[in-house]
């Protein structure tokens, strides 16, 4: 009895750890909602009569919510993990549930204006999801930021072929049926994450901090089999109800399967605990005895310096102090560039394939999110790793991405046959890569103390980006080659619809590489640093107890 109640904290803490992980990614799997606009928006350009630019400012509405994430990075620091998430679900009820009453029909259409107060909730709602999500698991898992970023952003962007595919399978595409979906199901998945998703003191969260990466490891390999899975799926040519039925029953079972983690995690610590009751406890500790020592006296001379001067890059800053620092407006411009492009893409998914010849756009819209998440998953594990290693700068990996998204826009400039499968997977990759390389970047250079707020203002390039790039650029650009329908719409076939937008993107990705390679050479010294004290302290251990 007396073993039991002394060792269970540290068996409970991993446990809850990692089933806490656990439920950060079903909440991930479904906070990719706003990236489906796609998915039905050709009903709302129909059921609305809008035009091209109206239908792209319904998209910036939607994106514009994202701006209201101030909002959720102030909440961080304030409400418990718990609330965030409820608000984000309740708000994506209401707004999702608005919009699928006027696709459905149930009520007629509502003022412009009304719908894009609804978008503006919709798109909101995630930014609550995200912020409780990722702010909570970066301080948990704190040695293994890129992992732990590019393991939850991949299933973000898996999110948008989760919901696109189920929706095929049980729906057949229904418009309706879709945003019913969109409601309901991430407000199921986040009530559920209120009781096992919390942040947890930096002592406690450390427990089990050896086992992280073999961890991480199983996430990555049941990720990347959905994401097979979901592809091989999505080239089934008409696949029958049997066949639908079947499919759904096997990705749930997927979904569900990280559960085994916690639970042998629980297993193996209680088991270690019964065989080890000292070795147990002695091994359990964040840090060892003298790198302790060395931390109290880093702190204290860290306060010091701190009265004296303004933090440099890599130590934690304000809000203030980081948005005076040349380094953060880098990382946002940069940003900008590379989401907001990759946005507009997404965005005018449906119009994209209309002028191009593809009536059917779900095919392009998983593409884009499956191999998203390869591009989230495999950066920020590469990352880390190229950090580990050879100190190498994470924002060198913004500009390889940049540079591949421009290729991507060249060859959808060109409307060459099979150009719009490979331009969909090359912008899918590349904007996975921005978002998986920026979360863990942002809390390397400026800070984990506000990275919930510092997180959200980064997150304004998705308005930003999709107001310029998509609402005026591409709104404008197409409007000017379309032709006007009966009943007050437009529409435009061919590749020259969107070529000169594809033009001005590929620009805007070249400028974001110089912003890159900048940034990565004004920050090579924080890398290095990270790089050495993520390096084995064996050799420091046997120095110590000499």
């Given at each position: 009895m007396?073993?039991?109640?002394?060792f269970?904290?540290?068996?409970?803490?991993?446990?809850?750890?990692?089933?806490?992980?656990?439920a950060?990614?079903?909440?991930?799997?479904?906070?990719?909602?706003?990236?489906t606009?796609?998915?039905?928006?050709?009903?709302l350009?129909s059921?609305?009569?809008?035009?091209q630019?109206?239908?792209?400012?319904?998209s910036?509405a939607?994106?514009?919510g994202?701006?209201?994430?101030?909002?959720?990075?102030?909440?961080?620091d304030?409400?418990?993990?718990?609330?965030?998430?409820?608000?984000?679900?309740?708000?994506?009820?209401?707004g999702y549930?608005?919009?699928?009453?006027?696709?459905?029909?149930?009520?007629?259409?509502?003022?412009y204006?009304?719908?894009?107060?609804?978008?503006?909730?919709g798109?909101?709602?995630?930014?609550?999801m995200?912020?409780?999500?990722?702010?909570?698991?970066?301080?948990?898992?704190?040695?293994?930021?890129?992992?732990?970023?590019?393991?939850?952003?991949?299933?973000?962007?898996l999110?948008?072929?989760?919901?696109?595919?189920?929706?095929?399978?049980?729906?057949?595409?229904?418009?309706?049926?879709f945003?019913?979906m969109?409601?309901?199901?991430?407000?199921a998945v986040?009530?559920?994450?209120?009781?096992?998703?919390?942040?947890?003191?930096?002592?406690?969260?450390a427990a089990?901090?050896?086992?992280?990466?073999?961890?991480?490891?199983?996430?990555?390999?049941?990720?990347?089999?959905?994401?097979?899975?979901?592809?091989?799926?999505?080239?089934?040519?008409s696949p029958?109800?049997?066949?639908?039925?079947?499919?759904?029953?096997?990705l749930?079972?997927?979904?569900?399967?990280?559960?085994?983690i916690?639970?042998?995690?629980?297993?193996?610590g209680r088991?270690?605990?019964g065989?080890?009751?000292?070795?147990?406890?002695?091994?359990?500790?964040?840090?060892?005895?003298?790198?302790?020592d060395s931390?109290?006296?880093a702190?204290?001379?860290?306060?010091?310096?701190?009265?004296?001067?303004?933090?440099?890059?890599?130590?934690e800053?304000?809000?203030?102090?980081?948005?005076?620092?040349?380094?953060?407006?880098?990382?946002?411009?940069?940003?900008?560039?590379g989401?907001?492009?990759?946005?507009?893409?997404?965005?005018?998914?449906?119009?994209?394939?209309?002028?191009?010849?593809?009536?059917?756009?779900?095919?392009?819209?998983?593409?884009?999110?499956?191999?998203?998440?390869?591009?989230?998953?495999?950066?920020?594990?590469?990352?880390?790793?190229t950090i580990?290693?050879?100190?190498t700068?994470?924002?060198?990996?913004?500009?390889a991405?940049?540079?591949?998204?421009?290729?991507?826009?060249i060859?959808?400039?060109m409307?060459?046959?099979?150009?719009?499968?490979i331009?969909?997977?090359?912008v899918?990759i590349?904007?996975?890569?921005?978002?998986?390389?920026t979360?863990?970047?942002?809390?390397?250079?400026?800070?984990l103390?506000?990275?919930?707020?510092?997180?959200?203002?980064?997150?304004?390039?998705?308005?930003?980006?999709?107001?310029?790039?998509?609402?005026?650029?591409?709104?404008?650009?197409?409007?000017?080659?379309?032709?006007?329908t009966e009943g007050?719409?437009?529409?435009?076939?061919?590749?020259?619809?969107?070529r000169?937008?594809?033009?001005?993107?590929t620009?805007?990705?070249?400028?974001?590489f110089?912003?890159?390679?900048?940034?990565?050479?004004?920050?090579?010294?924080?890398?290095?640093?990270?790089?050495?004290?993520k390096?084995?302290?064996?050799?420091?251990?046997?120095?110590s107890?000499?």
């Amino acid at each position: 009895m007396g073993t039991a109640t002394t060792f269970s904290p540290p068996t409970v803490s991993t446990t809850t750890k990692w089933l806490g992980f656990v439920a950060a990614v079903w909440i991930q799997c479904i906070s990719g909602n706003n990236y489906t606009f796609s998915n039905y928006s050709d009903a709302l350009k129909s059921l609305m009569h809008l035009t091209q630019l109206e239908l792209n400012n319904l998209s910036v509405a939607k994106d514009v919510g994202k701006a209201f994430g101030l909002l959720a990075g102030l909440a961080s620091d304030r409400f418990p993990t718990w609330a965030i998430l409820l608000i984000g679900s309740v708000e994506g009820l209401i707004g999702y549930g608005a919009q699928w009453l006027v696709v459905s029909q149930r009520i007629q259409p509502l003022a412009y204006w009304q719908m894009c107060v609804f978008l503006c909730m919709g798109g909101n709602s995630t930014t609550w999801m995200n912020t409780a999500v990722l702010v909570t698991c970066i301080r948990n898992f704190r040695s293994n930021r890129g992992p732990v970023s590019g393991i939850l952003k991949g299933f973000v962007g898996l999110s948008t072929a989760i919901f696109t595919t189920l929706c095929s399978a049980l729906f057949a595409d229904d418009p309706a049926s879709f945003l019913v979906m969109l409601s309901v199901v991430p407000f199921a998945v986040c009530l559920t994450g209120i009781f096992f998703l919390r942040e947890l003191p930096p002592t406690v969260a450390a427990a089990g901090d050896a086992e992280e990466v073999k961890y991480f490891g199983v996430f990555n390999i049941v990720a990347v089999l959905i994401a097979i899975f979901l592809l091989v799926y999505g080239f089934v040519p008409s696949p029958g109800v049997l066949v639908s039925r079947v499919f759904v029953a096997v990705l749930l079972v997927m979904l569900a399967s990280p559960l085994g983690i916690p639970v042998y995690a629980y297993l193996k610590g209680r088991f270690e605990a019964g065989n080890d009751v000292e070795g147990q406890m002695a091994n359990e500790p964040l840090l060892r005895s003298g790198e302790k020592d060395s931390e109290r006296v880093a702190a204290v001379e860290e306060e010091t310096l701190e009265e004296k001067r303004a933090p440099v890059v890599g130590e934690e800053h304000t809000i203030f102090e980081a948005l005076k620092s040349v380094d953060f407006w880098i990382l946002f411009l940069s940003f900008l560039c590379g989401v907001g492009t990759g946005l507009a893409v997404m965005n005018n998914m449906g119009q994209i394939g209309l002028a191009l010849g593809y009536p059917d756009v779900s095919l392009f819209v998983s593409l884009t999110s499956i191999f998203g998440f390869f591009g989230r998953i495999i950066s920020g594990t590469v990352s880390e790793f190229t950090i580990k290693k050879a100190a190498t700068p994470r924002p060198l990996w913004n500009a390889a991405s940049q540079l591949l998204m421009a290729v991507g826009y060249i060859l959808l400039a060109m409307a060459v046959p099979g150009s719009l499968y490979i331009g969909a997977i090359l912008v899918g990759i590349c904007y996975g890569v921005r978002l998986a390389i920026t979360v863990p970047t942002a809390s390397e250079l400026f800070g984990l103390k506000y990275y919930g707020l510092i997180y959200n203002i980064l997150i304004l390039n998705l308005p930003l980006g999709s107001f310029l790039f998509s609402g005026l650029l591409a709104g404008i650009l197409y409007d000017m080659e379309a032709t006007t329908t009966e009943g007050g719409g437009n529409t435009c076939i061919g590749g020259h619809c969107y070529r000169l937008v594809f033009i001005v993107m590929t620009g805007a990705c070249i400028v974001g590489f110089f912003l890159d390679i900048l940034l990565s050479f004004r920050t090579k010294t924080v890398y290095t640093k990270i790089s050495i004290s993520k390096k084995p302290k064996k050799s420091l251990s046997v120095t110590s107890s000499r």
